[in-house]
């Protein structure tokens, strides 16, 4: 807090202190803050005393725990034009910095499934990201609250949050992907806690572009799987059946592309390859196995990291992986079949690559 800059004003009355307003997000008690803004504005010879600062921020701080209760309601946009006149540029800073979650509480969060009610402790993920645990319990709190208000709302999830809640696009996205991690049930267990956030954040939005209800209308959610689609995957286990042709298109398609390595191990595991895909495939129409989705793709990639796969090479495989089966006679003159596997590739080879 530099007394001597602009701050955010929000009414006549009353004034926003970005400095002020971060630490208080941030979870830091009035204490800790004092501490914190003191030593800097002494450091700095602003002729402020240490009780004019004190009496500053302890009246900033009352005034940021009456805001809470407007900012932690979906209708919040015209309350806090109502109860503080706050100009659109402050009204959306506000919600930015409330709702910002940091990508490290979100892991740690994950693998105690996000929003559970045994999520209790948040000493340990404090200790676990550095942040306070009031911190941790506001982005568990918001995380929440945005799953609770649109999880039976019918289209976008992305623009559903961003109407309720007023968040820029960049930050709804990611409300978005938890959102759905936590409406389709997926199992985010502590061996997944190598995936960076944005990584998640790719799967989750190839997922609900390929995989969910695109109508419109009462029954149809963005939150829920496209369960004709899921039931139409059944159909590859003809590919279980046609493997020698599949393979063999493929490997007449990568030969001149892969590294000599792997090709070499494409062509000795090929069978345990196109096994657990096929796989996964098949039994995804089960809601437990759409619960494991995130576990068996992990299974999957081990398999090729154990055989010291490139992510490039990865990627070439999965591309001809897709296209040779599509050459297959009995997906050839299907085009229903056609469209369904690539649906079902498209996810598979973006979620691998993302968490490779």
């Known amino acids: ?8 004003f929000i009414s006549k009355y009353t004034c926003i202190d970005p400095e002020i307003f971060e630490l208080w997000v941030e979870g830091y008690t009035a204490s800790e803050a004092i501490a914190i803004i003191s030593f800097k504005e002494l450091s700095m010879n602003t002729g402020v005393t240490l009780e004019e600062i004190e009496d500053d921020l302890r009246c900033h701080y009352g005034m940021y725990s009456h ?3 407007t900012i932690s309601n979906p209708k919040l946009d015209g309350q806090l034009r109502q109860l503080f006149q706050a100009d659109p540029p402050t009204r959306l800073w506000v919600l930015e910095k409330y709702y910002q979650i940091d ?3 979100i892991r740690e969060l994950l693998c105690k499934e996000l929003i559970s009610d ?3 402790n948040f000493s340990e993920v404090a200790e676990k990201t550095g942040k306070s ?3 941790c319990r506001r982005q568990f709190d918001n995380i929440r609250r945005v799953f609770e208000a649109v999880r039976e709302m019918s289209g976008s999830i992305l623009e559903n949050i961003k109407i309720l809640f007023h968040l820029r696009d960049e930050l709804a996205k990611k409300y978005a992907c938890l959102v759905s991690l936590c409406c389709m049930g997926f199992k985010t267990p502590e061996k997944l806690n190598y995936l960076t956030f944005d990584s998640w954040k790719k799967c989750c939005e190839v997922i609900i572009e390929q995989w969910t209800y ?4 009462p029954e149809y959610h963005e939150t829920k799987m496209d369960k004709e689609f899921l039931l139409k995957l059944t159909e590859f286990k003809m590919l279980i059946d046609g493997e020698e042709d599949h393979k063999r298109l493929i490997c007449l398609y990568l030969k001149p592309k892969l590294s000599q390595k792997d090709f070499s191990d494409l062509d000795s595991n090929f069978h345990l390859y196109t096994g657990a895909i096929l796989t996964l495939a098949i039994a995804l129409h089960c ?3 759409i619960k494991n989705l995130f576990i068996d793709l992990k299974q999957i990639l081990e398999y090729f990291k154990q055989n010291n796969w490139s ?11 897709d296209q040779c089966a599509i050459e297959v006679d009995v997906i050839k003159i299907d085009a229903t079949l056609k469209s369904t596997w690539g649906r079902f590739m498209e996810v598979l080879s973006r979620c691998l690559l993302s968490m490779y």
């Open 1 to 8: 807090m530099n007394m001597t800059q602009e701050s955010l």
């Open 67 to 69: 805001l809470e209760k």
């Open 103 to 105: 990508d490290a509480v």
């Open 118 to 120: 045994d999520v209790k």
């Open 133 to 135: 645990c009031k911190s």
């Open 214 to 217: 695109k109508l419109t209308g």
């Open 287 to 289: 809601p437990e196995n």
């Open 311 to 321: 992510i490039f090479d990865l990627g070439l495989f999965l591309q001809a992986y």
